[in-house]
């Protein structure tokens, strides 16, 4: 298979993810413009667009494309309805498009109805998760996320985190304040200030190594805990969780 990130607006990356004949799917298209050149330049057929979540930067490219490509289609939670999904799923379903199965995690949190996509190893999670960080909490709250974020842990340590934006210096810059001493962390961030030099991304990344350096995954690190005040041991991790998420939030 061959992944691409296609950059999109600011800080969006739209996802194709393509098999040896050139069929693929597109993930969260927040414009079609970008998408479509992608296409036109690598000769790709797209074969469905898959949506995360309702959110503009993620479903606004979808009525262009299905245009270009009619009967096209799109999955995508019940949020996404309105926005351009014409196969409604849930949580636990599964897909298959192409050579491809996808598993549909149900991931609330950034928006009550965000959902992810598997397809070993590829996870595209939208919002949820990103490198050294985690989404905004819109709509859901800190124990949906945290929940959310908890299963996407659990899946194997090759699994390529394939989020929607490039915030991998900033998660970095918020981690290295709380916990200045973590080499991972310092050498990770010197690591992408390079890359992000050239203009290359910094995704998708390995959630084995996202265990070592984004601290929402951390929330059972003593350490950690102590640096933000939290009393060790909590009385919950989503408390840890929820601290983390506000001083992420005023960082």
Known sequence: MNLISIPAF????????ADQQKQCVIVDPGESAPMLAALSQGQYSPQAILLTHHHHDHVGGVAD?????????????QETANKGATI???????????????????VPGH????IAYYSEPYLFCGDTLFSAGCGRLF???????YTSIQQLAQLPDETLICSAHEYTLSNLKFARSLLPSDQDIATYQQQIMQLRAKNLPSLPTKLQFERKINVFLRCNDVDLQREIGVISPPSSLVSVFSELRARKDRF
């Open 139 to 145: 709509e859901g709250t800190p124990e949906q996320m």
């Open 10 to 17: 600011q800080d969006n990356y739209i996802w194709l993810l």
């Open 111 to 114: 928006t009550l109805g965000h």
């Open 65 to 77: 494309l299905c245009r270009h490509f009619p009967n096209i289609p799109v999955y995508g939670p």
């Open 88 to 106: 409604i799923v849930n949580g636990g379903d599964n897909l298959t498009i192409g050579e491809q199965n996808y598993h549909v995690i149900a």
